[in-house]
């Protein structure tokens, strides 16, 4: 669980480092908060969009989701492991 959460918010602040490498190649800045300040909203909102765009892949994609889980239980004195049907 810890793992999906920092990949979440690697995903939303990967905009943010990507405008920083490009002030530091256009030799800018990269900390006057002048650059910052207008483009603050777009690059959020970028990372918005990545983040919900992998939710909604990894939604569709992964295959645990499909089918429901049958949970453990007993068939004739027998403990059948859980399962996705």
Do not use: Q
Request: contains cysteine; glycine residues 10%; proline residues 6%.
């Amino acid at each position: 669980m810890l793992r999906a959460i920092i990949e979440e918010v690697l995903l939303f602040v990967l905009p943010f480092c990507i405008f920083a490498g490009y002030l530091i190649v256009r030799r800018r800045n990269p900390f006057d908060v002048e650059h910052w300040s207008r483009h603050a909203f777009w690059l959020a909102i970028v990372g918005l969009v990545l983040v919900i765009g992998i939710l909604a892949v990894e939604g569709f994609v992964t295959t645990g989701s499909r089918g429901a889980y049958e949970p453990p239980h007993m068939e004739n004195g027998v403990l059948v492991p859980g399962r996705f049907r």
